[in-house]
Structures are given as C-alpha cells and as structure tokens.
Nanobody
Framework: QVQLVESGGGLAQAGGSLRLSCAAS?????MGWFRQAPGKGREFVAG????????NYADSVKGRFTISRDNAKNTVDLQMNSLKSEDTAVYYC?????????????????WGQGTQVTVSS
C-alpha cells in the first residue's frame, strides 16, 4: 500500500511562485500531479517517469511548472512559477505502478489528500 502526503500549498500572488512536495511511503513508479478547481473536474498537470527521464505537462502549465523527483527520498516536487489566478485549485499527487507519469487519472491507483493553492490577482 502506498500513502502520499502533499505539502507546500498556500497563498501566492499572481506572477509569484510556490513549490509543492509529495512524500510517498512505499514503492512508486510513474507519478503525477493533478488539480481540481472549484466547480470543475480534476485535470492533469504534470507527470514524471520512475527514472525522472520522461516528463509531460498540460499545455496550460508548460514553461511555467516543473516536475521533478528524488527516488532516494521518495519525493516528487512541483515547482510552479509565473502563477496565474486560474492556477487556483486543490492539487493532488498520484502514483501508479506503471513506469510513466501518464495524463489519465484512471491510470493512477494511489492519491494524496490534496493541498490548496490559491493565487490572488
């Protein structure tokens, strides 16, 4: 059983930065970050392979967000720069048994509780 705990959420101003971290207990492979804004469905943000060599991003965050992982610490981070008000959402860390961090939430078996990110304009 894998448990995921997110941290690092909070309030930021538009144009600012936040860094989210996800600590995993248990062995993980592909991992991803998803988010859910008020009144909307959950959407893919970024994914990373087990090796860290393959990453993918939603078009809305490309060039602004960076996903990374440290397998020695069993953590996955999401560096968020140039934040916009539309980035406001609850952000979830997810893990899967497959090697890649895919954009389909149905591929993920394990989910964290989420951390709130609020961007003020």
């Amino acid at each position: 059983q894998v448990q995921l705990v997110e941290s690092g959420g909070g309030l930021a101003q538009a144009g600012g930065s936040l860094r989210l971290s996800c600590a995993a207990s248990g062995r993980t492979a592909g991992m991803g970050w998803f988010r859910q804004a008020p009144g909307k469905g959950r959407e893919f943000v970024a994914g990373i392979s087990y090796s860290g060599g393959v990453t993918n991003y939603a078009d809305s965050v490309k060039g602004r967000f960076t996903i990374s992982r440290d397998n020695a610490k069993n953590t996955v981070d999401l560096q968020m720069n140039s934040l916009k008000s539309e980035d406001t959402a609850v952000y979830y860390c997810a893990a899967r048994t497959g090697a890649l961090g895919t954009p389909n939430e149905r591929d993920y078996a394990y989910w964290g509780q989420g951390t709130q990110v609020t961007v003020s304009s």
